[in-house]
Structures are given as structure tokens and as C-alpha cells.
């Protein structure tokens, strides 16, 4: 069984056709994970009784002839804020250590209902705070092309995971880019749906009005299957949609997607894009070009703003959602300390501090309106210049992020020069529209990714173009 | 940078406020990184928003009711079992009183 060759599609088809046991794959799994992940550090947590059960379960049913949902046996990764029942679900941070789910996340029921195989918990910047997986808590994850590089964050641990096949897909977060960003650096898919496609209930929140479940895969095929699995109204989580996906999200209908116009905005190709970047997003719209995809130039003229409008709203929502890590509640060993301020002071690291103080100060008195009412305003305006440009094209290209993966320690002294990592990708969150990053094909060196923005509810567009592209460079 | 709105002092009066207790050490180190933040988010004052609706959220603004009933599908329990000690189905934490 080769693992690299394997995809979530190519899997369901070899399970069926009876090519490989639904364990035989968890097994190849954990022995790659045993022999790669040392020096990898993806997972946190490997959740081996649980997954060979559900296989041994899957191989049974399938022995008996029984019909097989499209993710039966499917070995995934999961960001470790998700929760699954019964298992540790720390978010990175040393405040959760010793916290155990007591419920399933929504998203995980649904899997668990088509019988996905969990592999284990993937690590992440702490509170999906960063942009490199070196804000863990439990260690920086390793980027599996080069091992002195970061794999981007926060979701580093899910993206390295499918990256270094040591699962075929993997669930991550995005609030500004945390699903996007590591894929790019990895060499991955990632995707982050439109605001309210997925429901968050049981996924450690971040900034409300911008988290997102984002999905990590080899093919944007293989995306699709997994966000048909999660995508869908659920009661726990307010602003979860009920949006009926047409059969196009899974089956593209490559002939009227080939009449799709893919706009390029003028304020994402600017003189901060790393020479490999920018070589590669030429290749990319190159390639797309001779596929008979029309370009055109369009301009977002507010996109220079979006990382001011972030790290106001973000740390705004930040230091209201973590209020609740008091050191009593999720704790390991809940007490009654003698000084409140301490357990909050040693469990959080550096940069949740960071984002937690700034947030109560944008939102205090006196400087709410100048900051927090100020940002939200702005946030209007980033969302209508995406509003009028998808009156002239139905998709929008551009880079995922700003350089390829950068070495260990090289910007973490600096938490500005990380944030502008996000540049490219925290408008979307902003707008709340869909987008996925691929991987440029044909190239050599680190991996590079441009991103494809779609309307709202309308990732069939932009996984259609994906699956068009990825199809012409096999 | 003198002008910043966060001094030494507002810093530890807002690390009181989130009932978070700051180390000496890296007391320093947050407020400068805290005034570099600030510098440069504050070039949103120069953006025009006249009239412009501030977004509160991530989606449309639409009200989400729910049926005024009682529902079987609830979680109540379910945390007890993470709790460090319990005696006869109560929860045992170190005493308060000495």
C-alpha cells in the first residue's frame, strides 16, 4: 500500500473493490506515523484503540455485503479543539492540560456517523493563534519537506499530517487563515467554507463572527467529499445555514465551469510577495489560462486594511470567548486559588496574553468607538469591495500567502512580522465568503499555493475550478 | 513611544480587568509589542467610514428562534466524569475552609 498515492476518493474506491482492509490502511497509518512523526510532530494525541476498532468494524460490515458511506474507514486527522467524547482536547494551550470532551463536536458526530476513522489530535498554535505552529504549547510541528522549516499555522499539525501521509485528510480551523495558510506552506489543499456552511458547536471557539471548520486534503475531490460529510444546519450553532448542496459540489460540471471568469485584484500582487510566490502565481494562472479560463483585472481597494480590521475584531472576540479559562473550569485539577489572577497567568502563553490584553482595551471604555466600532465599520467595506467584484467576475485568484514556509524561529520574535503572514487570507474571513488554497503543480522547490475566493455558498465554483486544474497537471 | 494609549500603567490595569497576572519579565516585552499593534492598526482612523454600517457579525443579521420546549438532547451530567474526585455522586474539591 502506498501511502502518497492514496486519496479519500482512491481509498473508498480500493476498500470497495477490496484492494486493501479498511485496518490494513490504519495499520499502514500508525507505522508511518511511528517511523515519521518524531520528527514531525503532527499529532499530539494517537487515538490507535478507537481507530482500529471502527476499521475492524468497517472491514465487518463490508464482508457482509452492507452499502459503505464515502468516508467508512477513511483515516482523518483532527486539530486537537475539536472535541471527541472521551478524549483529551488541550487547543495547544498548557490551560487545557488534562481537560477531557465530555461531548462530540458536531462535525465529529456527523463523521462518526459515516464511520471516519480518527487517527489522532493534530497540534496547532495556541488557541489557533498564529500563523507557524510555534506558538504550541506542546512543542513547534515540523514542515514535512524541509523539518527546519514551520508548516504554517495554526492549523500546522493537520496540514503536516496530510502533507507527510500520515493521514489521508485532516480537519483544521480557519479564522483569518489557519486552514489556507499551512496548506500553502505544506503543499496541501486547504479549504475554508462560507460562514455558516459548517456548524462550530464543539470546536474551541476563537473570534465568533470569523471561526470556520477548515478542511486539509490531498485533492480538492477529496475536499468536497469531506465538506458534503459536515456541511449542514445544526440547532447548537446559530449561525449554521441550512443550505442544500446541489450534486455540482461533488460532480462539477466541468463544461460550464470552463465559462467561469476568474478575477485577478490588483491589491494581492504587491511588492511584499516573496520571488517564489510570485513566480509560482504566474505559473498557476498560466496554467489556468490554457485550460480557456477568462481572467480579468479587478481591484479591492480595502484589502491593505484587512489585517488592522483583524487584529482589532479578533482580539476583541478573543478576550470575550476565552474569559472562560478561569483555571477552575476545564481544568484538570479544578481549585479554588488564594490569587484568581495566577492560574489564567501561568496557563496562558505569550500570545494569547497578548491578544487577550489588546482585546479589553479596544473594547474598554473610551476607546471602544476609536477601535473596536471603528474596525467593524472598515470590516463593511472589505466585504462590499468583494460584494461589487463579484458583480464583474465569479471567482477571485490570488496568493495564499505572502512567502513559502520559513525557517524555525525566524520571524517568532516579532508577533507584527506573523500577522502580516495572513494578509492574503484574512479578508475572506472578514467577508465570510468560501476559498480554497492549491498547490501550484509543475514546479519544484517549496511548496506554494494560490488561492481560489468564490461567492457565498458557492464553493462548487471554486472546488470545480480546483478539480479542473488539478485533473489537466496530473 | 510616549503617545501610545498603553502605558505601564493602563497595561497592568488591563491585566487586572482580563484577571490576568502578569510576569515582571515579560511585562516589558508585552507593552512594546502591545504599542507596536496599536501604531499600526491606528491607520484605520484615516479610513472615511461616514455612513458606512458597521458589520457585528459574521453573517446576515436575522434573529434564530427555537421552539419554547422542553428537549431530550441535552448534555447535563456529562462533565462529571473528567472531574478529578467524587464521593457518592458529588464533586470533591480541596476544602475551602481551614
Redesign the interface.
Known amino acids: 500500500m502506498n501511502l502518497s498515492d492514496l486519496t479519500l476518493r482512491s481509498f473508498h474506491d480500493g476498500l470497495r473493490g477490496k484492494k486493501f482492509s479498511a485496518l490494513e490502511a490504519v495499520q499502514e497509518h500508525f507505522k508511518a506515523i511511528r517511523a515519521k512523526d518524531p520528527g514531525i510532530h503532527a499529532y499530539l494525541t494517537l487515538l490507535e484503540e478507537d481507530a482500529t476498532g471502527i476499521a475492524g468494524q468497517v472491514d465487518e460490515s463490508l464482508a457482509k455485503g452492507d452499502q459503505l458511506a464515502p468516508l467508512a474507514g477513511a483515516p482523518l486527522a483532527i486539530k486537537d479543539n475539536f472535541l471527541i467524547k472521551g478524549h483529551q482536547a488541550t487547543a495547544g494551550s498548557k490551560i487545557l492540560e488534562g481537560y477531557t470532551a465530555s461531548y462530540d463536536a458536531h462535525v465529529i458526530e456527523k463523521l462518526k456517523s459515516e464511520r471516519a476513522v480518527f487517527l489522532g489530535k493534530t497540534n496547532l498554535d495556541e488557541f489557533a493563534m498564529g500563523t507557524s505552529t510555534e506558538n504550541s504549547a506542546f512543542g513547534p510541528t515540523k514542515n514535512p519537506h524541509d523539518l527546519e522549516r514551520v508548516p504554517g499555522g495554526s492549523s500546522g499539525g493537520s496540514a503536516a499530517a496530510v502533507a507527510g501521509n500520515l493521514a489521508l485528510a485532516a480537519l483544521g480551523t480557519d479564522t483569518g487563515g489557519s486552514g489556507r495558510q499551512p496548506a500553502a506552506l505544506c503543499g496541501v489543499v486547504g479549504f475554508k467554507p462560507t460562514y455558516g456552511a459548517v456548524s462550530r458547536s464543539g470546536i474551541i471557539a476563537l473570534g465568533s463572527s470569523l471561526d470556520q471548520v477548515g478542511i486539509l486534503a490531498k485533492t480538492t475531490e477529496d475536499v468536497a467529499m469531506l465538506f458534503r460529510a459536515i456541511a449542514g444546519h445544526d440547532p447548537m450553532d446559530a449561525t449554521s445555514v441550512a443550505v442544500r448542496y446541489d450534486k455540482d459540489l461533488i460532480e462539477p460540471d466541468i463544461k460550464s465551469m470552463r465559462g467561469l471568469t476568474i478575477g485577478v485584484p490588483k491589491e494581492y500582487f504587491i511588492d511584499g510577495i516573496a520571488p517564489d510566490v510570485r513566480e509560482g502565481m504566474d505559473t498557476a494562472m498560466r496554467q489556468l489560462k490554457d485550460l480557456g479560463f477568462k481572467f480579468k483585472e479587478i481591484s479591492l481597494p480595502h484589502t491593505k486594511y484587512a489585517i488592522s480590521v483583524y487584529y482589532v475584531i479578533l482580539p476583541a472576540e478573543a478576550s470575550a470567548t476565552l474569559a472562560r479559562f478561569d483555571g477552575i473550569r476545564y481544568a484538570g485539577r479544578p481549585e479554588l486559588p488564594n490569587n484568581f489572577t495566577a492560574p489564567r497567568g501561568a496557563g496562558f502563553g505569550p500570545e494569547p496574553t497578548r491578544r487577550i490584553i489588546l482585546g479589553t482595551f479596544v473594547l474598554s471604555a473610551g476607546y471602544y468607538d476609536a477601535y473596536y466600532k471603528k474596525a467593524q465599520e472598515v470590516r463593511t467595506l472589505v466585504k462590499d469591495d468583494f460584494v461589487q467584484a463579484f458583480k464583474e467576475v465569479d471567482v477571485i485568484f490570488a496568493p495564499t500567502a505572502p512567502s513559502s514556509a520559513f525557517k524555525i524561529g525566524e520571524k517568532s520574535d516579532d508577533p507584527l512580522k506573523l500577522y502580516l503572514e495572513d494578509a492574503f487570507t484574512i479578508p475572506v474571513n472578514l467577508a465570510g465568503i468560501p476559498a480554497v488554497s492549491i498547490p501550484v503543480r509543475g514546479r519544484t522547490g517549496l511548496p506554494v499555493g494560490f488561492q481560489l475566493i468564490g461567492r457565498h455558498f458557492r464553493e462548487a465554483d471554486i472546488l470545480g475550478i480546483g478539480r479542473i486544474y488539478e485533473e489537466a497537471q496530473k | 513611544m510616549p503617545d501610545s494609549?498603553?502605558t505601564k500603567e493602563?497595561?497592568e490595569y488591563?491585566?487586572?480587568?482580563?484577571?490576568?497576572?502578569?510576569?515582571p519579565e515579560?511585562e516589558a516585552?508585552?507593552l512594546k509589542?502591545?504599542q507596536?499593534?496599536?501604531a499600526?492598526?491606528s491607520?484605520?482612523?484615516a479610513?472615511d467610514?461616514s455612513g458606512?454600517?458597521?458589520?457585528?457579525?459574521?453573517?446576515e443579521l436575522l434573529n434564530?428562534f427555537?421552539e419554547d420546549a422542553a428537549s431530550a438532547n441535552t448534555?447535563r451530567g456529562?462533565?462529571k466524569?473528567?472531574?478529578?474526585a467524587t464521593e457518592k455522586g458529588f464533586l470533591k474539591?480541596?476544602p475551602?475552609f481551614k
Do not use: C, W
Open positions: 494609549p498603553i493602563t497595561l488591563l491585566a487586572k480587568l482580563a484577571s490576568i497576572e502578569l510576569h515579560m516585552r508585552l509589542d502591545l507596536n499593534i496599536l499600526y492598526v491607520e484605520l482612523q479610513v467610514t458606512v454600517q458597521p458589520m457585528n457579525g459574521g453573517t434564530v427555537r448534555n456529562h462533565g466524569e473528567q472531574f478529578p474539591i480541596p475551602v
